[in-house]
């Protein structure tokens, strides 16, 4: 039997709703608006126009040593949300959805905006640990969403080191290829900014141990989502206190559940073969690949 790799598995085909990866690459590009449009107001109202960006707002928002950390801790959590210059912001979101689509595929979406936080707050933590005692290699204001990048990349090596980047039916390039691409293009620029890469390294080793949790099977993010749930199923209206449409919603939920399964186990049996080989396959799932290729054509 042929693999069907010719289907594109699109994840722009997603509803916004169900892509995490789109709506935490939109999130970032709205705080670099959002950054951008304080400073042009700071530097019409500032006597000082050349200053007021570094001499004002950076502080406030950007990662610093610890001395300078502890007069303005909330830049723990906005430092990873912002970017001084464009082409650093596209550049960044590219190889973040590159490898984003990598985790997003294999485990679903639900960890990926938890996953991008939690490695950039705790490997921010540890890089202020750092430079307490060895203040001499801390890095000067850091705004960049960098450190989220190469927590990504390393949880997406670490989650699948065998996975492959289909092009077409014969063309297919490793994961780990392009992770030295990006490391050549991206992380020997930094090379001279000891404290930079000190926060790199940190925010990789959060995001390795995250990714190690899921695939012994614990999710750490579990309790949050759950919570997240319960918010949000108390926000929505509930659609069966409307009788007359209760069976319509009842009927069109189901069936868009039972694609939304059908494609998942799909692409499950998709990444087996990509990681092991056709000859992995069970009987069962040599069938269930074979009628999803028979609705195909």
């Known amino acids: 039997m042929r693999t069907n790799y010719s289907q594109q598995r699109n994840l722009f085909q997603a509803k916004f709703g169900q892509n995490a990866l789109i709506q935490l690459v939109m999130a970032i590009g709205v705080g670099y608006v959002l950054i951008q449009a304080i400073k042009v107001i700071l530097i019409i109202v500032s006597k000082e126009p050349k200053l007021v960006f570094s001499d004002e707002m950076l502080p406030n928002i950007a990662l610093q040593s610890l001395p300078a950390f502890i007069k303005h801790p909330w830049v723990l959590f906005t430092y990873f949300w912002g970017h001084a210059s464009f082409w650093n912001l596209v550049s960044n979101m590219l190889w973040l959805y590159c490898f984003g689509s990598v985790i997003q595929t294999l485990i679903g979406s639900k960890e990926i905006v938890l996953l991008y936080i939690v490695s950039c707050v705790f490997g921010g933590v540890l890089y202020l640990g750092f430079s307490y005692f060895w203040p001499a290699l801390s890095a000067g204001l850091i705004l960049t969403a960098l450190p989220g990048v190469v927590a990504f990349a390393t949880a997406a090596i670490v989650l699948s080191p065998k996975f492959k980047f289909y092009l077409g039916e014969r063309l297919a390039i490793p994961l780990w290829v392009v992770l030295l691409v990006f490391v050549f293009l991206n992380l020997f620029s930094y090379v001279h900014d000891i404290g930079l890469i000190i926060l790199l390294a940190f ?78 396959l069970t009987e069962e799932e040599k069938d269930t690949l074979k009628k999803a290729s028979d609705e195909i054509s």
Not at 208 to 230: C, D, E, M, T, W
Not at 239 to 245: E, G, Q
Not at 257 to 274: F, M, R
Request: net charge positive; hydrophobic share 30%.
């Open 203 to 280: 925010s990789a080793i959060t995001g390795a141990v995250y990714i190690q949790f899921i695939k012994s099977g614990y999710r750490p993010g579990s309790k949050l989502i759950q919570l997240f749930n319960s918010i949000q199923g108390k926000v929505e209206p509930d659609p069966y206190k409307y009788p007359d449409k209760k069976r319509n919603f009842t009927l069109s939920n189901l069936q868009h559940q039972h694609k939304e399964n059908k494609s998942e186990i799909v692409d499950k049996i998709l990444d087996k073969i990509n990681q092991k080989g056709f000859k992995s």
